[in-house]
C-alpha cells in the first residue's frame, strides 16, 4: 500500500510548497462572489428562514429543517473552483470527480468548461491530463497516488478538500505513527474513503455497527479467520492479518456517516478492548476519536428535530450518491415518514407526480404523490445542495397545490 512504502506526511509537506499547489485561493472572491450569489443563493429561503423556517400556502404548509443545504466546506470548494476558472481563463481545468455530489453544481461547473476525470469500471482515466493543465481536487479529497501522480506530470494543484476531510487523514496518519490500526468507518467506495484509507498505514473499513460487531466478535475470539477474510477481503489494507492487526486499534470516520453510528461504532471498540486487555493496557490497544464533521452533525441533530413535527411526508434533496444525504433519508424512514429522496427539483413533475430513489433502491415513480386536503410537508437537503435547488423543489410542490 502506498501509505506503507512513503511517509504521507512528508509528501504533503513537500506538495504544500510547491509553487504550483494552492490551498488557499486566488484572492478573487469578490469577482466570483455575483455568480455564486446568482446560481446558488435564493431570497425566498431567506425569507423562510427569516419566518420560523415554515411557509404557507393554500392548502401547503413547508416546514424546513433549521439546518440543511451548503455547509461551509462545500461553500469554499465551490468558490474556490470559480475562482480557478477566473484566474486561470485560458488553461485546461479538471476535476478528479465531481468538485461536490450535486448534480447542478456540477453542471455549472461543466458549462464553465470545466472538464471531469472520466471513471471506467472504479478506475481513473488521467490519460489526457498534461504538463501546465489545472486540476482541482475535490471538497472530499484526493488519494496520495492520485496527488503524486498529478505532482509528477507538472500540473497545477488547486486543493479544495474539506478541512474535517484533512482532520480525519491526520487522525489515521497519528494511528500510523504509533502502530495502531485503523478502524474507518464509511463506505469503501466512497471517495472520501478511498482517500483517507491511502493516508493510513493498517486499516479496515467498517460499513455500520453490524460489521463493527463481526470485528469486535473476532478480536474477543468468537470469529473464524476464514469467514473474517471472506467478509473483509476487499475493505482491508493489503497484507492485512486480523490475529495481529487488530490487537492495536483507532476509530476514525467518513464525514458524513451517521453520527449516531459512528459514536456507537467507537464506544464498541473502547468496550471490546477493555475486556480483551482491561483497564490499565487500554491506552495501549485503543485509541480515541473525534472526527465528526459539524455540519453533518448540525443537520442531522435538525433533521431529528424535523421528524418530530406533524408531518404528511418528507422531501430530502440531494445528490444520490451523497452519503450525508443518504443518512437523512434514515432517519425519516426510521421514524416511519413517507419521504422522498430526489437529487433535482425537475424530479416532481405535472400530474402529481415524483420519481424518487427510495432507500439502498432503484429509481420509480410515484403517482398521485400529494394527498388531497391540508398537507405539511417536510424538507431537508444534504450538505451539498444550494437553496437555489431547495426553492426551485418548493415552488413545484407549490405549483401541485394550486387549485
Known amino acids: 500500500m502506498w501509505g506503507d512504502a512513503v511517509d504521507t506526511r512528508a509528501f504533503k509537506r513537500s506538495l504544500h510548497h510547491s509553487e504550483r499547489y494552492n490551498r488557499r485561493g486566488f484572492g478573487r472572491a469578490e469577482e466570483v462572489a455575483g455568480s455564486l450569489e446568482q446560481a446558488y443563493q435564493s431570497a425566498l429561503i431567506a425569507t423562510i428562514r427569516e419566518q420560523g423556517y415554515e411557509l404557507r400556502h393554500g392548502r401547503l404548509t413547508i416546514k424546513l429543517a433549521e439546518a440543511f443545504g451548503f455547509c461551509w466546506g462545500v461553500e469554499r470548494a465551490v468558490a474556490m473552483a470559480y475562482e480557478t476558472r477566473r484566474h486561470y481563463p485560458s488553461e485546461r481545468i479538471w476535476i478528479t470527480n465531481e468538485i461536490i455530489h450535486n448534480p447542478s453544481v456540477n453542471d455549472h461547473l461543466r458549462q464553465m468548461n470545466v472538464q471531469f476525470i472520466q471513471v471506467e469500471e472504479g478506475v481513473k482515466d488521467f490519460s489526457e491530463v498534461g504538463t501546465g493543465d489545472v486540476v482541482i481536487l475535490p471538497a472530499f479529497g484526493a488519494t496520495v497516488q492520485e496527488m503524486q501522480l498529478l505532482n509528477e506530470l507538472g500540473c497545477h494543484i488547486v486543493d479544495t478538500t474539506c478541512p474535517w476531510v484533512s482532520k480525519v487523514w491526520n487522525t489515521v496518519e497519528k494511528h500510523k505513527k504509533q502502530a495502531f490500526t485503523s478502524i474507518i468507518h464509511g463506505k469503501v467506495k466512497h471517495e472520501e474513503t478511498l482517500a483517507t484509507s491511502s493516508f493510513a498505514g493498517t486499516y479496515l473499513v467498517v460499513l455500520d455497527t453490524a460489521e463493527a460487531q463481526m470485528v469486535c466478535d473476532y478480536i474477543l475470539g468468537q470469529g473464524d479467520r476464514a469467514a473474517f477474510m471472506e467478509r473483509f477481503a476487499k475493505t482491508c489494507s493489503p497484507g492485512f492479518d486480523p490475529e495481529c492487526d487488530l490487537a492495536r486499534v483507532g476509530v476514525a470516520n467518513q464525514t458524513t456517516m451517521l453520527k449516531s453510528e459512528t459514536e456507537d461504532i467507537g464506544r464498541m471498540f473502547e468496550r471490546?478492548?477493555?475486556?480483551?486487555?482491561?483497564?490499565?493496557?487500554?491506552?495501549?490497544?485503543?485509541?480515541?476519536?473525534?472526527?465528526?464533521?459539524?455540519?453533518?452533525?448540525?443537520?442531522?441533530?435538525?433533521?431529528?428535530?424535523?421528524?418530530?413535527?406533524?408531518?404528511?411526508?418528507?422531501?430530502?434533496?440531494?445528490?444520490?450518491?451523497?452519503?450525508?444525504?443518504?443518512?437523512?433519508?434514515?432517519?425519516?424512514?426510521?421514524?416511519?415518514?413517507?419521504?422522498?429522496?430526489?437529487?433535482?427539483?425537475?424530479?416532481?413533475?405535472?400530474?402529481?407526480?415524483?420519481?424518487?430513489?427510495?432507500?439502498?433502491?432503484?429509481?420509480?415513480?410515484?403517482?398521485?404523490?400529494l394527498p388531497e386536503g391540508l398537507l405539511k410537508v417536510g424538507i431537508t437537503s444534504g450538505a451539498s445542495t444550494p437553496d437555489r435547488v431547495v426553492e426551485d423543489v418548493i415552488r413545484h410542490l407549490m405549483e401541485l397545490c394550486e387549485p
Open 272 to 369: 471490546t478492548m477493555l475486556a480483551r486487555y482491561g483497564p490499565t493496557a487500554l491506552n495501549d490497544h485503543f485509541l480515541a476519536f473525534n472526527t465528526i464533521c459539524d455540519a453533518t452533525q448540525e443537520r442531522q441533530d435538525a433533521m431529528f428535530s424535523l421528524v418530530d413535527e406533524p408531518l404528511d411526508l418528507l422531501v430530502v434533496i440531494g445528490g444520490y450518491n451523497s452519503s450525508n444525504t443518504t443518512h437523512l433519508q434514515e432517519i425519516a424512514i426510521s421514524r416511519g415518514i413517507r419521504s422522498f429522496h430526489i437529487d433535482t427539483p425537475e424530479r416532481i413533475g405535472p400530474g402529481n407526480r415524483i420519481e424518487h430513489k427510495p432507500l439502498g433502491g432503484e429509481l420509480e415513480s410515484v403517482a398521485p404523490f
